[in-house]
């Protein structure tokens, strides 16, 4: 694994969490940025050990396509309601953002030791990214459920659109 491939790969997570930050409140951050650490770290592993080979297709355009149709969810629901959008889809987002991880998992045959030596690393800075980005729209969270639902929403349109280029 190249240096720093672990800090692409959760690089979805940081643009995600930084997108539903305002959508997630108190210590339910934490937990939300360990899922994301847990669903990469897992994603890798089991991408490893399955002895598949998929194409590069499934990763490139699922977690766009996910941030994408909930970011579409979010802004509508903002526009329609006066209420908080729903909420679960955000602890879902990490396990679908793992199909990257998984896909780079499926790249090569490697012994459960190397897997491990290159999971952890994944795992931690994907649950620091995710950390980072929650934290960083922390502030957001106590505003107006329209614009919670707005902000959020479009932060995941624009992440998808950036995972795109």
């Known amino acids: 694994m190249h240096a720093f491939a672990f800090l692409l790969l959760g690089i979805d997570s940081l ?8 959508l997630v409140t108190g210590r339910s951050r934490y937990a939300l940025a360990t899922w994301f650490g847990i669903a990469d770290g897992a994603g890798f592993v089991i991408g490893a050990m399955t ?15 996910t941030m ?8 509508l629901a903002a526009v329609l309601s006066r209420r908080f959008p729903r909420r679960w ?23 459960a030791g190397a897997v491990l030596h290159q999971a952890i690393p994944q795992a931690t800075a ?25 902000l959020a929403g479009g932060g995941l349109l624009a992440g998808a659109l950036l995972l795109l280029i």
Request: aromatic content about 8%; hydrophobic content about 50%.
């Open 89 to 111: 889809p955000v602890w879902v987002l990490p396990v679908v953002l793992s199909l990257d991880n998984f896909s780079y998992g499926l790249s090569g045959r490697l012994g």
């Open 15 to 22: 643009i995600a969490a930084t997108a539903i930050g305002p």
């Open 51 to 65: 002895g598949w080979h998929a194409t590069a297709v499934l990763s490139t355009l699922t977690a766009p396509t």
């Open 68 to 75: 994408g149709l909930y970011g579409g969810y979010l802004l």
């Open 126 to 150: 994907s649950g620091l990214l995710a950390l980072a980005g929650l934290l960083a729209s922390a502030r957001w969270a106590g505003t107006r459920p329209r614009t919670v639902g707005m």
